[in-house]
């Protein structure tokens, strides 16, 4: 059984072939072998989201995987959802790419392990981003996204969609001036509804280790850590 698959969209965006490895944990010998099937592959560039566990992590040790984050799912059950009252004012967009999104988006990477890796330069770790709300407001990879607006302007927005029939949340930023005043906390809470609203039974998020305040976040709204996975990167 092959355990790792190219990744299509990111070996677009790079113009070099990407993979994954899809066996959370594996010794040393396995990951060796792994990779030497993706070096005669021509991929250049391979992620791994591995278990915690001491054989995973001396492995990646072993290979020279690079660890650029601690990946985080949150969860909970749409019986665990409150009722939430929400009083900003949010709404669905349904327009073109502005480049204040871009900015949010932007924002929204600033914990990313394409920012943590040195061999990415910030520049692509921002284009990523811009790339990721970008197709999320064209539908893509989205079902719905929201914003949040002060006096007409737009100072945070969340992106939805469904992931194995898990309500997810793709990606949620708040304008640097305007955070501590709960507009998170409300956007999180419009997403709750929504998934609720279409029959979503379980709702996720996933966020990076080392973000303390989507953290605090999401534990606020009820979620819960279901899953911890070491993130590592092979340039091969």
């Known amino acids: 059984m092959q355990k790792y698959k190219l990744l299509q969209w990111d070996s677009d965006f790079f113009g070099f072939p990407v993979a994954i490895i899809t066996e959370a944990s594996l010794c040393n010998d396995e990951l060796y072998i792994i990779l030497a099937e993706l070096v005669g592959d021509g991929v250049k560039l391979v992620y791994w989201p591995s278990s915690l566990d001491f054989c995973s992590k001396y492995a990646a040790l072993c290979q020279k995987g690079l660890h650029v984050d601690r990946k985080l799912t949150f969860i909970m059950s749409a019986g665990e959802v409150k009722e939430n009252k929400i009083d900003i ?33 910030l520049q692509t770790g921002a284009k990523l981003y811009v790339e990721w709300m970008t197709q999320s407001i064209n539908k893509n990879i989205a079902d719905k996204v929201f914003v949040a607006r002060i006096q007409n302007e737009i100072v945070g927005v969340i992106t939805l969609g469904n992931k194995n029939g898990i309500g997810d949340i793709g990606l949620l930023s708040i304008d640097q001036s305007f955070r501590g005043k709960s507009i998170g906390t409300q956007l999180v809470y419009k997403a709750q509804k929504w998934f609720i609203d279409n029959g979503f039974k379980s709702l996720q998020v996933v966020t990076q280790g080392n973000n303390i ?24």
Do not use: T
């Not at 911890?228 to 091969?236: G, S, T, V």
């Open 89 to 121: 004012d949010i709404d669905e967009y349904n327009e073109p790419m502005i480049y204040k999104l871009s900015l949010l988006a932007i924002q929204c990477g600033y914990y990313s392990r394409f920012n943590i890796d040195p061999n990415m330069s």
């Open 213 to 236: 305040g989507a953290r605090r976040l999401y534990e606020k709204c009820g979620y819960r850590v279901g899953l911890e996975q070491e993130y590592y990167h092979f340039w091969l």
